[in-house]
């Protein structure tokens, strides 16, 4: 029998995150989306959860090859066409995993033997449950085929055979599980989590589940929310070219709240959520950028430039170092995040001239 090959990988907190299609969020994160964490992505329908998380996915596969990147999938919804072709996910990957995971122990069960996996090899994890709302409860399962064994197609099948709160309660216990198994590792586990509305007696509100747990256990929640389209044409025969939606940092551990972040979807290219758009208009909003109509200035003095013309590297990369410094003089913590990756880099780089000359 041979021993599992350990990787040399070595996980700092600081140094390693997981580029996402928001650029204001990877600036704020100092790269990315933070290792040891859950995350939640929660909003009505057509907002972009997916896209988001699957493009975050094709990230970390190119970030990090030799990592797991697993989905768990409750809706029976996962395209490979649309896997390869739209995010460009590796699936033909050994490191690749797909599961199909009716329930929140079946989730628990894959996710947990891919962490004890990713611990014996020393390797990073990404994973994305597909969607929390979609799971069920070992027990409702059994009942409902029990009754439909009996009775055949009249058998009424019972919604909450386990009582309405168990799902909150089952889903609190295994995250608080998982959390052990992911504490300050090289692990993100991001759970897509469709909202729903609920009716009160005075109003209605969208809102969305997965009880105590996702108040408590989840890190990282943002809500997305789709705001209009963009259309080629007008009528019927208009054409949908993509769309913006709005994104909300609910809650966070690791970088500051911020609301209506942009994000524009490019339904031509399969859904490829184009960040150069989001950076230029929040540049804008934050006063890094000076706007004359549809002329632009990065720094005053300099030469003006229209709206799309931002969007080319070399503007984008000096878009970005004035938004760092914008946040780092707005917020604490984020000039802190960004010392302290300076000082890690610089120790690496004074480590490996020392053992190049000895």
Known sequence: MTEEVKTDFKYNQYLHTV?????????????????????????????????????????????????ILQICDAENSVDDLRLTKAFGI????????????????????????????????????????DSWTALNIDKDIAVN???????????????????????????????????????????????????????????SKVTSGGGYGFKHNIQFSLWFEKKAKE?????????IDGSKSLVWVEKSKFMPQLDEIPMYINTKKG?????????????????????????????????????????????????KKKMIAKFRSEYMLVDALYEEIDRLKTAEA???VLSSTT
């Open 350 to 352: 004074q480590s490996k």
């Open 19 to 67: 580029e996402c299609p928001i650029e204001t969020l990877n600036l704020l994160g100092g790269g990315g989306l933070r290792f040891g964490t859950l995350i939640e992505g929660a909003g009505p329908p057509s907002g972009g959860k997916s896209t988001f998380f699957y493009q975050t996915a094709r990230n970390f596969q190119r970030q990090y090859p030799f990592g």
């Open 231 to 239: 259309l080629n044409g007008e009528g019927v025969g208009a054409v």
């Open 271 to 319: 859904g490829i959520i184009e960040s150069h758009r989001e950076l230029v208009e929040v540049a804008v909003a934050k006063g890094c950028l000076h706007k004359s109509g549809a002329w632009n200035q990065i720094n005053e003095g300099d030469k003006s430039v229209r709206w799309e013309e931002l969007y080319a590297d070399e503007y984008q990369a000096e878009i």
């Open 90 to 129: 590796d699936i033909n990957s050994p490191n690749y995993r797909i599961n199909y995971t009716p329930s929140i122990e079946s989730m628990y069960a894959n996710v947990s033997t891919c962490l004890a996996e990713c611990t014996k090899k020393n390797i990073p994890y990404f994973g994305i449950i």
């Open 145 to 203: 085929a029990e009754q439909i064994e009996k009775k055949g197609t009249d058998a009424e099948i019972t919604r909450f055979a386990s009582g309405m709160m168990q799902k909150a309660q089952i889903g609190r216990y295994w995250l608080n599980m998982l959390m052990m198994q992911m504490y300050r590792k090289p692990y993100i586990l991001t759970m897509i989590n469709q909202a729903t509305t609920e009716v009160g007696r005075f109003q």
